[in-house]
């Protein structure tokens, strides 16, 4: 799934939904219909996957959503020794329904990338799920399976990248004390460009490494080129909006911080995404409305214990002083 919104995104043309997002979807009963009116698009791609030893078998569906029509749909029986190769080939097909045209050299991506074993990737997946819990320990569980994935393919470069970012947020979140020293997270980051400098994970990564060691210009540079490579990468866009808040770009940021909430509505993340959200507008003198997005984000959970100082800052903007007193203890 990871792979296809990736590669889907290289169409500047096409919105595309953010992993994020779709993964609440996962088990539960909706239909295209529903999909489609809560995100705001036409089509939906579902599928299904099965595996038994060393086959594996993919089923995917493509519905256009005003229609009720399928498009497209295709049922792939592979071999599992090359994850990439059965990954290029299965969004070749989906991209060709879509698309009319694809690049040439899109389609030749699979003789360019590196082999990883299905272990390697199953040990990354089970580190990013790790990470999306946001706990400390989940973080240190992401750490231990994406060193894992490293040993068994160490030229796959988002296994570096996404360690780098597992103990950036350990650090920032958790361990404040090992913030002054990111330079091996730093070198992570640098490997993985070194890897594959066309994967804008890796610089998204980068420039999270750079933001938290309080390299501004850098962090901007970074998630920039992660966001020329992927115009539809929502993590993308809020790096650079957290990047901007630091400097004088306040109505940029929030411009950016909207963009990575439309292409990501029921991210993980989200919780964040408000908080920043309600910072921005708190910094731009909209008390009102950050008060809102600052209640938003802390009711969600998983935001930084900062969001009640904020939130104490916006009350006392508006003279509601009662409030900020119990914002101020809650904090």
Known sequence: TDDIIAALSKFRWLMVIARGTM????????????VANELKVRYVLEGSIRQSGQRMRLSAQLTDSRTDSSIWSQRFDRQVEDIFAIQDEITNAIAAAIAPEIDRAERSRAAERCRVEVDAWLLYQQGLAAYYRLTEEGLDEAVGAFRKAQQLAPRFAPAWSMEAIALARLAQNYRLHELANMKGAADLT????????????????????????????????????????????????????NSLVRGPYLERALRA?????????FDPFMPIFKYVRGCILLWLGRHEEAIQDLEWAIRLGKVPAWAYPHLVVAY???GDADRAKQAGAEF
């Open 316 to 318: 006392q903007a508006i």
């Open 257 to 265: 911080n909207d963009k990575a909430i439309v292409l990501s509505p």
């Open 23 to 34: 993964f609440t979807y996962k088990g539960r009963s909706v239909t295209d219909a529903q």
């Open 190 to 241: 640098a490997k993985a460009i070194t890897l594959d400098p066309r994967d804008p994970l890796n610089w998204w990564a980068s420039g999270r490494v750079f933001l938290v060691t309080g390299k501004l210009s850098e962090a901007i540079e970074h998630t920039e080129k992660a966001i020329e490579l992927n115009p539809n990468y929502a993590m993308a866009w809020f790096g650079l909006a």
